[in-house]
């Protein structure tokens, strides 16, 4: 009975913290809305410091965790096999460009070995602890997968394919295929820009104007693609997935709030909205299709755990 009573209040302890952590997040964006609306320095002395370093841990969190988080965790689901070994890899190519961008670009032989210089020992930091927990995320999940696979008895077997589906199988293969290798491909251009791009730097930097056309596309692909839909898709999808229940509500408050948030930051901020075409709607327009893809990511996940829990459980054999 005791034991009961502490794993009740554990898990309500828990669930309150996961919530006060959702709240953080929503608060701190709406926060930043006012902010902006009011002109900046004039909410500054309005604001309590608890408010101020909330959001100062959200912005580290959204923009180093999170994005480096999102990067190896994509990469490895894009993957249709070797998820742990391809989430090892992307860790691999990226901490060490985390670690030239952030330290050894800025120092000096020197500096480093006195830790002096100008160095952003934390921004490093912060972005091999997000590219560490997408490694740790997809070993969970790739572990989680095998064991309910392990548990859950097929639903069909060979011999209850129909000859249609027969058929269609020489043509269905070849589809598999297809995606299969472009998935592959997917993969390995992350892998080769993130590689290419620490080499292009460290060792020939004189050389990074000349780059082939067809890398210096997929590099900016990839970089707007980490900067801007990944980072916002990922604080949509880790907001959410906090929230102990409501979640795909809880998707659509975090995005409606960062993407007034966003406009604000890229266009309004900028000197209005109807000047010119500039790069800003660019921005803002991945930004808003990063929340919308973490809306829908969260809104998937929902359904198919919901047809999940609504399957009945095979009955035992006679």
């Excluded at 410091?49 to 959001?55: D, F, G, H, R, S």
């Excluded at 129909?162 to 199988?169: G, H, I, L, N, V």
């Excluded at 472009?182 to 620490?198: F, G, I, K, M, N």
């Excluded at 948030?261 to 991945?286: D, E, R």
Aim: hydrophobic letters at 55%; charged letters at 15%; aromatic letters at 12%.
């Amino acid at each position: 009975m005791k034991s009961s009573f502490v794993l009740t209040a554990a898990r309500t302890v828990i669930c309150g913290l996961r919530w006060a952590a959702v709240l953080a997040l929503v608060w701190s964006a709406l926060d930043a809305l006012v902010y902006a609306a009011l002109g900046g320095q004039r909410w500054v002395p309005l604001r309590p410091a608890p408010l101020a370093v909330v959001q100062n841990l959200v912005f580290q969190l959204l923009f180093y965790v999170l994005k480096d988080a999102a990067f190896v965790v994509v990469g490895a689901m894009i993957a249709p096999r070797a998820r742990i070994t391809t989430a090892i890899v992307l860790f691999a190519v990226h901490v060490p460009l985390s670690f030239w961008n952030n330290v050894l670009s800025r120092v000096s032989f020197d500096e480093l070995v006195l830790l002096e210089g100008r160095a952003d020992y934390v921004h490093f930091g912060f972005e091999t602890l997000g590219a560490l927990l997408g490694v740790a995320y997809i070993f969970w999940s790739e572990k989680t997968k095998r064991s309910a696979a392990s548990v859950l008895p097929s639903r069909s077997s060979p011999e209850e394919l129909s000859p249609a589906s027969a058929d269609t199988k020489p043509a269905t293969l070849a589809t598999k295929t297809l995606i299969r290798w472009l998935r592959w491909a997917a993969v390995l251009a992350l892998v080769c820009s993130a590689l290419d791009t620490l080499v292009y730097s460290a060792l020939v930097p004189e050389a990074w104007a000349i780059r082939p056309v067809p890398l210096a596309v997929v590099q900016g692909l990839v970089s707007m693609l980490i900067f801007y839909v990944l980072r916002e898709a990922a604080f949509v999808v880790v907001g959410a997935t906090l929230a102990p229940r409501f979640r795909l509500t809880t998707a659509i408050i975090l995005a409606t709030l960062h993407i007034p948030l966003s406009f604000w930051a890229h266009v309004l901020a900028t000197g209005g909205p109807w000047l010119s075409w500039t790069i800003n709607y660019k921005h803002f327009a991945l930004e808003t299709l990063g929340c919308v893809l973490g809306v829908l990511y969260i809104f998937s996940s929902e359904k198919a755990k919901g047809s999940v829990a609504s399957v009945a459980p095979a009955p035992p054999p006679p």
